[in-house]
């Protein structure tokens, strides 16, 4: 598997984790489980993207796994998805009000 698709897979998962969290510290920002996953997922492989193009010691070789670079896309896609979730939630609740 390439390491730019192991890269991907890590920042989405991470991202969906990141969203659940986000969701579940602030039930004002919470979409419910599934928006939290969603929008968490969606903010992790996109953020984790363009982290990966800004600093790219974050990105592996495709022979290498890189212990150091995975934790480097777990903490940007977790990070990036958390803050999706977050602005979704914010928008959710100022359009609601």
Known sequence: ?????????????????????????????????????????IGGGVGGQILTALVPMLSQSAGNIDIGALVGQFAGGGVAGAILTAIVGMIKNKAAA
């Open 1 to 41: 598997m390439s390491g730019m698709l192991i890269n991907l897979i890590v920042q989405i998962i991470a991202g969906a984790i990141g969203g659940n969290v986000a969701g579940g510290a602030s039930k004002d920002l919470s979409l419910g489980t599934a928006g939290n996953t969603i929008a968490g997922a």
